[in-house]
């Protein structure tokens, strides 16, 4: 049966404990309302690991001014359920106020943030790698589990994990996605009808540009056209990036040689949906 837990001086005490006795901690930091890609995250965390935690937090410092904060969908009688039927050991579920009782300073994460995601979403990272920082001070895991969709994200955890020199493994999962192939998001529940069948085109465009790629395309400006011309076709959703950018570095490319990603944002009425695909150039390996 999965506990919840609601303090964060309990959380600690319980996985100090554990630890102690030498079990093995997995970990999964949400925002809630979870689907099918929360829940093969933890799954990985739970058959990896002695002990199985999940957190489900609206973390307020990640989200800009004019965005859904208050609107982010909260259902947590239906997380619990669903992390029972997993077999999830912890459900850790703090307060704002506990988390943040008073803000002293902040973290600045700098050039990672300054591109793509953290570009259109000012101080984006920044409270992401607040929040993810005291998660992994109070719940302690020997690993934790984050999904490619948020590429730019990962790359930044992974950075953060190095810098503050947490103690565990960052495990990057593949993206998780519906029948028709759009990524499994939280957001999903915000689109019309129309738009939730337009919406394909956002994995559609990149598996074109994949095609390209795999037929010897290495000119990002190209894969880029490639994207944005079949996104212009097949959904009226207003394109807000399109991006060929080395990974896990973050950088623009021009030819691409290594390893980089393609990652969109595409706007509807109620809901900005994000993608990527990321593609290795093996031919230098
Ligand atoms: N479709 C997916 N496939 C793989 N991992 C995912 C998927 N959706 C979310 N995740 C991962 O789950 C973790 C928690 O994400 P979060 O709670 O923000 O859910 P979300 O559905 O991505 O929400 P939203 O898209 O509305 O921001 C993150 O590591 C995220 O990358
Ligand atoms: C990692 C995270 C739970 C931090 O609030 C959030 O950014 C998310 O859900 O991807
Ligand atoms: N998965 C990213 C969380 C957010 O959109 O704030």
């Given amino acids: 049966m999965t506990k919840r837990i609601t303090t964060i001086k309990e959380m600690q005490e319980i996985t100090t404990t554990l630890k102690l006795k ?26 990896e690991n002695d002990i199985s935690v999940a957190s489900v937090f609206v973390n307020p410092l990640q989200f800009g001014p004019d ?19 997993n077999g999830i050991d912890y459900l850790f579920y703090p307060s704002a106020e506990e988390m943040y009782p008073t ?79 759009l990524a499994k998001s939280s957001r999903n529940v915000y689109l019309t009808e129309d738009e939730r069948l337009e919406a394909v085109a956002l994995f559609e465009s990149l ?34 990036e399109v991006a060929v950018y080395a990974y896990p570095e973050l950088k623009p490319v021009d030819t691409i040689t290594g390893q980089v990603f393609i990652s969109i944002a595409v706007k509807y009425s109620k809901a900005r949906l994000i993608d990527n695909i990321i593609l290795k150039d093996e031919r230098n390996d």
């Fill in 22 to 47: 030498g079990n093995t901690i997995g970990f999964v930091p949400t925002m809630g309302a979870l689907h099918d890609g929360h829940l093969t995250l933890l799954r990985r965390a739970k058959s």
């Fill in 67 to 85: 965005e859904d904060y208050e609107d982010y969908p909260r259902q947590i009688e239906i997380d619990e359920q669903l992390l029972i039927d």
């Fill in 103 to 181: 803000v002293p300073m902040t973290i600045h994460v700098g050039e990672m943030a300054s591109v793509l995601e953290g570009a259109k979403r000012p101080g984006h990272f920044d409270g992401v790698v607040m929040v993810v920082n005291k998660l992994f001070n109070i719940v302690q895991p020997d690993r934790a589990y984050f999904g490619k969709k948020d590429a730019q994200q990962l790359a930044i955890i992974e950075a953060m994990v190095k810098l503050f020199n947490h103690n565990l493994e960052v495990i990057g999962i593949d993206i998780v996605r519906e029948n028709d192939g």
């Fill in 207 to 240: 598996k074109e540009a994949n095609k390209a790629f795999q037929n010897g395309e290495r000119n990002a400006e190209k894969l880029q056209s490639i994207v944005i011309n079949y996104l212009i076709e097949h959904t009226k959703g207003k394109i807000d």
